[in-house]
Nanobody, 127 residues
Framework: QVQLVESGGASVQAGGSLRLSCATKYDYTVACMAWFRQIPGKGREGVASMHSDGGTSYADSVKGRFTVSRDNAKKILSLQMNALKAEDTAMYYC??????????????????????WGQGIQVTVSS
């Protein structure tokens, strides 16, 4: 069983920065970890992912503004968000897949038997 606990959500002004963290409670290294976001009435959108080997993937909407990083020793996934926009406002979720060779930002990859999700954390960007 994998537990994911997000932290760092807050309300910020447009143009500001925020850093989200996701702590993993699991005895072994998880292959793939990712961030997703969701606004009411919409489906879950992939933001960024990172494999334990360092490979990353980003949604086009956040490229150049968001940076995903991972501390495998501490089992923490982070998301540095810069130049925030009002449209970045959403509930942000951390997700993980135990065993995979390639990480994506497609929600379906994280919904299988080896997929896990955190409870989510709110990020609000005011213009």
């Amino acid at each position: 069983q994998v537990q994911l606990v997000e932290s760092g959500g807050a309300s910020v002004q447009a143009g500001g920065s925020l850093r989200l963290s996701c702590a993993t409670k699991y005895d072994y290294t998880v292959a793939c970890m990712a961030w997703f976001r969701q606004i009411p009435g919409k489906g879950r959108e992939g933001v960024a992912s990172m494999h334990s080997d360092g490979g990353t993937s980003y949604a086009d909407s956040v490229k150049g503004r968001f940076t995903v990083s991972r501390d495998n020793a501490k089992k923490i996934l982070s998301l540095q968000m810069n130049a925030l926009k009002a449209e970045d406002t959403a509930m942000y979720y951390c997700a993980a897949v135990l065993h995979t060779r390639v990480c994506t930002v497609v929600p379906a990859q994280y919904r299988g038997a080896e997929g896990y999700w955190g409870q989510g954390i709110q990020v609000t960007v005011s213009s």
